[in-house]
């Protein structure tokens, strides 16, 4: 059963049980993306498990979400249970080994896994202004912000970092007008609130360093096993945008960063993106049409991404479209529009002359899928009506002390768990503001800097004062301190991809 060049997913059979097929997913597709629909209880936690670690023995790792925390169960062997050797002997899964997945948590909050963090500059100024759910007008100027920071060599790490930059533009706003176009205090008024929105929820935790290497999440281990990375996203999920523009960026950080490896015989890492329809909720034209570029595109990085959502119409056509691997669980059809959701995921499949695939969508059962995957040349496959293999892991959550457990051994404990706060722009903006106050008060003035520190530590500084010259000095400074920087921090251009995430 166990073929190299494929993971088993489990049966299908005659209506008349003449015969009964294996159904599998070819490696050499697994980049081919793929999409797990089906309605509440309907198996697909499951189905993404199996295949998360189906996909890990072949040597493949994976990054999936779990929602509900009820996906931490790969991290440890399933127990022997009469529904799930039933369920093995009719798959003809044999021998059905009980073995967990070589498993890494993640968190942005740093309690379920490892802290995970990205910096404001690798984010970029478009994933942000989506994070933030800015306004055309308020996402010019946060690009502004980036533009000035890579300019004046101002490294843009966490929040408060960019909370600086952005007091400081609001004190030279008009200087800044002039040369970028309307700098208006109001677009940077507003941005500044929905950075502390962001910074309450948890947003904090997440800007900063040590931020994510990817190469940690595409680790193997020495018996030749893909690590499963698996997020805790139950509390992540309170803030569905943050979840969403979270994974987005790591897509795009994968996107950025594999080179192109055209079609392997295997994928390089397979990416499930659970609640998938928080993504194209309400997302900008603009950003669905990148969205899609990128999934088109990451292909050939070797990367398969899975979707996985109740209906196949929460994702866009251009998007679908591009889904090679489908397995379609249960759907209801009472009302008028379940009825047509049904008939469009129904569509989508080649049909198979044995059964009609609507009536089969509303009759599956639990833990049972219509599937259809790439066959040689690429072509999809006629539907199947497959009972879906049991785990070999833990059908449920972990205790908390069996998580602490996986964790302490996971190859980078230690690694991302303290926060580091290296000299950003934050700290050079601070030093800037006390260097021009030392400036001016030698010219005799007796003038300070307002506060654009954004520490209200500082708040003692700031205060009516004429503008002019304050402007004058920060100028200065400003020229001072590219001089200072260049080289030393950032040093060069720049360049970002097709979603405005830092290229490196
Ligand atoms: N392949 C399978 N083998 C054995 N049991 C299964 C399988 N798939 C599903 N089940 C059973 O069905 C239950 C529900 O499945 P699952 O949690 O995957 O549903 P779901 O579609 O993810 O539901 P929800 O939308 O509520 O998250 C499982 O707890 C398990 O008992
Ligand atoms: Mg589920």
């Known amino acids: 059963m166990a073929q190299e060049d494929s993971i088993f997913i489990g049966a299908s059979r005659k209506p008349d049980d003449s015969y009964q097929r294996p159904e599998s997913l070819l490696l050499k597709y697994g980049n081919r993306h793929g999409l797990i629909t089906g309605a509440t209880g309907t198996g697909k936690t499951v189905t993404l498990q199996v295949l998360a670690q189906s996909f890990s023995d072949a040597g493949v790792p994976v990054f999936c979400a779990d929602i509900k925390g009820d996906l931490s169960g790969i991290a440890i062997a399933g127990e022997p249970k009469d529904f799930l050797s039933k369920r093995a002997e009719a798959v003809k899964l044999d021998p059905y080994e009980f073995r967990e997945a070589p498993t890494v948590f993640w968190d942005i909050f740093g309690e379920q896994g490892h802290p995970i963090r990205a910096t404001i500059s690798e984010m970029g100024p478009l994933l942000l202004a989506r994070l933030m759910n ?3 007008a308020q996402e010019g100027v946060l690009n502004i912000a980036f533009r000035i920071a890579d300019e004046e060599g101002l490294l843009l790490l966490d929040l408060k970092d960019l909370q600086s930059m952005l007091a400081n533009m609001a004190t030279r706003s008009s200087e800044l007008s002039g040369r970028y176009g309307n700098v208006s205090k109001a677009s940077v008024g507003a941005i500044q609130r929905s950075l502390l929105v962001l910074e309450q929820q948890g947003g904090a935790n997440f800007f900063g360093e040590p931020a994510l290497r990817i190469a940690d999440i595409m680790r193997t281990t020495r018996d030749g096993r893909g690590a499963v990375n698996v997020l805790a996203a139950d509390k992540l999920m309170t803030n569905p945008r943050l979840y969403s523009t979270f994974l987005l960026w790591l897509m795009s950080e994968l996107f950025e960063e594999l080179p192109e490896v055209g079609d392997p015989e295997k994928p390089r890492l397979v990416f499930f993106f659970d609640e998938a329809h928080l993504l194209f909720n309400e997302a900008p034209k603009a950003l669905l049409e990148r969205v899609e570029q990128v999934v088109r595109l990451i292909r050939s ?16 056509e251009t998007v679908l479209a591009q889904l090679g691997n489908r397995v379609q669980h249960a759907l209801r059809a009472y009302t008028p529009r379940e009825t047509n959701a049904v008939k469009v995921a129904a569509d989508t499949f080649r049909p198979n002359p044995d059964f009609n695939t609507f009536q089969a969508i509303t009759s599956l059962g639990t833990g049972e899928a219509l599937v259809s995957t790439l066959e040689e040349k690429g072509v999809p496959s006629m539907v199947q009506r497959t009972l879906i293999r049991p785990p070999s892991s833990r059908i449920g959550p972990l205790a908390p002390e069996e998580r602490q457990k996986v964790m302490a051994v996971s190859p980078v404990a230690g690694q991302y768990d303290q926060m580091m706060d290296r000299e950003s722009a934050f700290e050079m903006l601070q030093k800037r503001a006390g260097q021009s106050q030392a400036e001016t008060q030698q010219e005799g ?7 654009f520190g954004g520490d209200t530590q500082q708040g003692g500084r700031s205060g009516s004062r004429p503008r002019a010259s304050n402007r004058q000095s920060v100028a200065e400074a400003a020229i001072k301190s590219v001089v200072r920087s260049v080289g030393s921090t950032l040093g060069r251009e720049l360049v970002r991809g097709i979603l405005g995430v830092l290229r490196k």
């Open 134 to 136: 800015l306004t055309e």
């Open 301 to 316: 990085k070797g990367v398969g991404v899975y979707f996985v959502t109740q209906n196949p119409l929460d994702v866009p």
């Open 445 to 451: 003035s007796g003038w300070t800097l307002p506060d």
